[in-house]
């Protein structure tokens, strides 16, 4: 069972990224963002942005992205899609509000 689980948020206007926040356990602590950009058709790419807050250790941070990874992987399918493997190590970079952030992008083939 994953810690992490996502719940999607409305869609912006004229924007087709989709966003979904990250909560994890039972208590649904809100704890990161989730956000997915591209119908990409084949040779295009599909990028994954995981956005975590400080409160997560970083263990914490790379089971979020784990889970976030095998959610895209989910998603893509359903569209029918196939997307080849994004390099396995997550650089996270701290953003100026103190959240951390990775973003991968994956070929659609």
């Known amino acids: 069972m994953d810690v992490f689980r996502f719940t999607k948020l409305s869609p912006r206007p004229n ?3 989709r966003r ?3 909560l994890r356990n039972l208590e649904k602590d ?4 989730l956000e997915i950009s591209g119908d990409a058709p084949e040779g295009d790419t599909v990028v994954l942005s995981v956005i975590c807050a400080p409160v ?3 263990a914490a941070r790379d089971d979020a992205l784990s889970t976030a990874r095998r959610f895209l992987g989910e ?3 359903g569209w029918g899609l196939d ?4 390099p396995e190590t997550s650089n996270w970079v701290e953003e100026p509000d103190g959240n951390f ?3 991968l992008e994956y070929r659609v083939r």
């Open 15 to 17: 924007d087709r990224t």
């Open 20 to 22: 979904y926040t990250i």
């Open 30 to 33: 809100h704890v990161g963002a």
């Open 56 to 58: 997560l250790s970083d």
């Open 75 to 77: 998603i893509v399918t």
């Open 83 to 86: 997307i080849a493997a994004s």
């Open 101 to 103: 952030r990775v973003v």
